[in-house]
């Protein structure tokens, strides 16, 4: 049996749908809350069925982001599914969503109703475009989000089309602000016995995690250049090309280039007033890089690892997600963790609290399978 998680004794209200609010659900009940998530009575949250079918005919999708909660079979369009609601509402501490925008509002769910009545409890909601704006009531996905902030634009190379990554940042990006800020406000409710409202969203989350370049397109008016592997400020800090496959250097100052030089037994280069500094490599890397392609394409990439690693200079292999997984160092963190009952493994929380990693309490939960427990559909008293 898992030990309490640090957010034992707290209680979650989750109306999420797919990956945003669902997550924020996940991450609190990895770290002990317990999560009741409210789902439509037919056919519950459409990550269900969103891919094959994996375990207990739940789609994986679903498996991943709604780990250890219990589930709720509510129809809200119900006088009774009103009730039930209202009255797990009145016993939570938090309640989050990611309900498309209107929704809360005809519901009577919106955080300023729901406050007014509750007003203990803290909201967090989740929209697409955020929650003012002459876009707010628009519903948006992923890649609509990364390719409307801009965030596509700067991903990839100077030739390549704009491209989404890989991972879901904004989602699951917003649903990290959506903890951080409900926690934060747990901080100050403790103080004034007073909840509130958080808004945040993946539009919000996408030009946070291109602040940097937005921040420099702003202070400079130059647009930021697209890299690939490579950074706009540090040379040389990219791929490169071995004999038999790239991988990664990172000499990201003045004294890492010189071991750098040294390793690839070309010490002149550091004192050569086009490279010496970090500035004259920014101006020159076409020209450093002219020197350095030719010596690195003449050994295999494990070679030049162990040397840099004896330079001490910051290399990698690029590897595939199986290459990854099985290297010791990412199997000693002991993220992935069978989930309690079942046959298959799950990420971890990417963290440890008291030199423990957050356990994955359970299964993702069959529809309405909380019902019972909680109460629903039976009249109050």
Not at 70 to 85: C, I, N, Y
Not at 97 to 109: D, F, K, Q, T, W
Not at 337 to 364: C, H, K, N, W, Y
């Amino acid at each position: 049996m898992n030990p309490p998680g640090v957010l034992a004794g707290l209680r979650v209200i989750e109306l999420g749908q797919i990956l945003a609010g669902p997550f924020v659900g996940a991450i609190f009940a990895d770290l002990g809350a317990e999560v009741i998530k409210i789902e439509r009575v037919e056919g519950g949250d459409d990550a269900r069925r969103m891919g094959a079918a994996f375990r207990h005919d739940d789609a994986m999708t679903f498996h991943i982001f709604n780990r250890g909660k219990v589930s709720a079979a509510l129809d809200m369009k119900s006088e009774q599914g009103r009730e039930d609601f209202e009255r797990l509402v009145a016993t939570a501490d938090i309640v989050v969503h990611n309900l498309r925008p209107g929704v809360p509002e005809s519901m009577g769910i919106d955080g300023p109703s729901l406050t007014a009545r509750h007003p203990h409890l803290i909201y967090g909601g989740i929209s697409a475009f955020g929650h003012t704006g002459p876009m707010a009531m628009r519903p948006g996905f992923e890649p609509l989000i990364q390719a409307y902030s801009g965030l596509s634009s700067i991903n990839g190379g100077p030739d390549d089309p704009p491209m989404r990554a890989g991972a879901s940042l904004c989602d699951q990006g917003s649903a990290m602000w959506a903890v951080i800020g409900v926690l934060s406000m747990l901080h100050r409710r403790a103080a004034t016995g007073r909840g509130g409202i958080l808004e945040t969203s993946l539009l919000e989350a996408a030009l946070m995690w291109s602040g940097q370049k937005i921040d420099a397109y702003l202070g400079t008016g130059e647009m930021p250049a697209r890299h690939r592997s490579g950074h706009p400020v540090m040379v040389p800090y990219e791929a490169f090309e071995a004999a038999d496959g790239p991988f990664m250097i990172c000499a990201g100052n003045d004294r890492l280039f010189a071991k750098l030089a040294a390793a690839m037994e070309h010490p002149e280069w550091s004192r050569d007033p086009r490279f010496a500094g970090n500035r004259d490599r920014l101006v020159n890397k076409a020209e450093l890089f002219a020197l350095m392609n030719p010596v690195l394409s003449t050994r295999p990439r494990a070679e030049w690892i162990e040397r840099m690693e004896a330079a001490g200079v910051p290399s990698a292999q690029i590897h595939t997600l199986p290459e990854a997984l099985a290297q010791p160092q990412v199997q000693a963190l002991g993220m992935f963790q069978t989930v309690p009952g079942e046959d298959f493994t799950l990420t971890a929380m990417p963290m440890t609290i008291d030199g423990a990693r957050p356990r994955i309490s359970g299964v993702a939960p069959r529809l309405g399978d909380g019902n019972a427990a909680l109460g629903i559909g039976k009249a109050a008293g």
